[in-house]
């Protein structure tokens, strides 16, 4: 097992910058996504805006804008350094449960404003069944999901013993 201490600094740089690149090019904002990154190839998972601009070469301010994107797509935490007044920011154990399950979350939040546009829009206009398909589409997608991620948090526990 490779620890961290064994590994090429350059070689890690050159990885967070390809896989930010992967997700830049998907549609997130590339600060966020080198700084999702970063903190994914973090041991702990864990790191300080000091350690996260270092690493980057970026400017701590660069670090908080993109710090409040992610948390606000749930896809890392702020968290008081114990001891310190510091921040560090955390991404999750199981990032991608987390963020498929806060996201379903907020499309429950959704079905309320869509029913509204189905009846103000009109069920028989062309508008109305886009949003009218939107909130099935949410529909299904809150059924289903759960069964999902049980089955995704069986397969993990399965191929990782966790």
């Not at 702020?78 to 007044?85: D, I, T, V, Y």
């Not at 099935?136 to 289903?144: I, V």
């Amino acid at each position: 097992m490779t620890r961290a201490t064994d590994r090429d600094n350059q070689a890690v740089l050159r990885f967070i910058e390809r896989f930010a690149s992967a997700f830049a090019e998907s549609g997130m904002p590339r600060m966020p996504a080198r700084v999702f990154v970063a903190l994914l190839t973090d041991d702990d998972g864990t790191m300080t805006a000091a350690e996260l601009a270092d690493l980057l070469r970026v400017s701590p301010a660069a670090i908080s804008g993109a710090v409040r994107y992610l948390a606000q797509v749930n896809m890392v935490s702020r968290e008081r350094e114990a001891g310190s007044r510091r921040d560090v920011y955390r991404v999750y154990d199981d990032v991608w449960y987390e963020a498929l399950f806060r996201r379903e979350q907020a499309m429950g939040r959704w079905d309320g404003p869509l029913k509204e546009g189905i009846h103000v829009l009109g069920d028989g206009t062309p508008a109305g069944q886009r949003i009218a398909e939107t909130l099935a589409f949410f529909e299904f997608m809150h059924q289903e999901l759960p069964t999902l991620l049980g089955r995704w948090r069986t397969y993990r526990a399965e191929r990782f013993n966790s």
